[in-house]
């Protein structure tokens, strides 16, 4: 099974500031999805971003992007110009290309991020 | 749209009850989840269906059932309730080409 780490239980950011959050992962295949959710205190999860493993670019949604090293198995999520409202808990998350014989494209997520965003 | 509707929001139990979680969507979507979340903890997969009448199970399925009659619907049922099942309960939906969407949750207690 693939594994999803998330090795910043918390993290920090000031008002207007850059943070970057990591994740990496184990996969043994060349095709697949990462995805990263925000999970404010309203408990809903919210996709903020998504890439596809076969593509190079990375994905980019206004303030957030992504910094995808696929030989490293690495996806970082960057945020910038942090607002008060990025506050939230933020997952990685993998699913497999495979649908019906891999959990039916389900997400394998990390432990979370908590983002504390500061005046 | 009301997307992945999920019932109800909170519920306590005692130990040794039973209930079952409803899930319904209204997006057409073959494929339907539950995961449960954990403080301090990813969510993880407890059983999935691929479309109505196939169900299977995912990574933590212990104590657990569901049923896939129609396209839209997808309960959870606890049979005896145990401490260990006191979690967050999401429901999820997906769509071909599409990413989950997912539902607001519902928070389990069980005392």
């Known amino acids: 099974a693939q594994t999803v780490t998330q090795s910043q239980p918390e993290m920090s950011v000031q008002e207007a500031e850059t943070v970057t959050l990591s994740c990496t992962y184990d996969?043994?295949?060349?095709?697949?999805?990462l995805f990263w959710y925000k999970q404010p205190p309203s408990r809903q999860m919210i996709l903020v971003i998504r890439?596809?493993?076969?593509?190079?670019q990375n994905a980019t949604e206004n303030r957030f992007s992504v910094n995808f090293q696929k030989a490293a198995k690495s996806f970082s999520l960057k945020i910038s110009d942090s607002q008060l409202g990025d506050a939230a808990m933020y997952f990685c998350?993998?699913?497999?290309?495979?649908?019906?014989?891999?959990?039916?494209?389900?997400?394998?997520f990390g432990k979370g991020t908590s983002l504390l965003v500061t005046p | 749209n009301a997307g992945v509707t999920q019932t109800p929001k909170f519920r306590i139990l005692k130990i040794g009850q039973s209930m079952t979680l409803q899930c319904t969507q209204d997006?057409?979507?073959?494929?339907m989840y539950w995961y449960r979340q954990d403080p301090g903890m990813g969510l993880k997969l407890i059983y999935y269906?691929?479309?109505?009448?196939?169900?299977d199970k995912g990574e933590v399925p212990n104590g657990y059932n569901v049923s896939r009659s129609t396209t839209e619907d997808f309960p959870l049922r606890l049979e005896l309730a145990a401490p260990s099942q006191t979690s967050v309960y999401f429901c999820?939906?997906?769509?071909?080409?599409?990413?989950?969407?997912f539902g607001d949750g519902t928070r389990l207690s069980i005392l």
């Open positions: 999820a939906s997906k769509g071909r080409n599409q990413p989950q969407h």
């Open positions: 996969t043994s295949e060349s095709d697949y999805y």
């Open positions: 890439q596809e493993a076969y593509k190079q």
């Open positions: 998350a993998y699913r497999s290309p495979t649908g019906i014989k891999d959990s039916g494209y389900a997400l394998n």
């Open positions: 997006m057409n979507h073959n494929y």
């Open positions: 269906s691929v479309g109505a009448g196939i169900t």
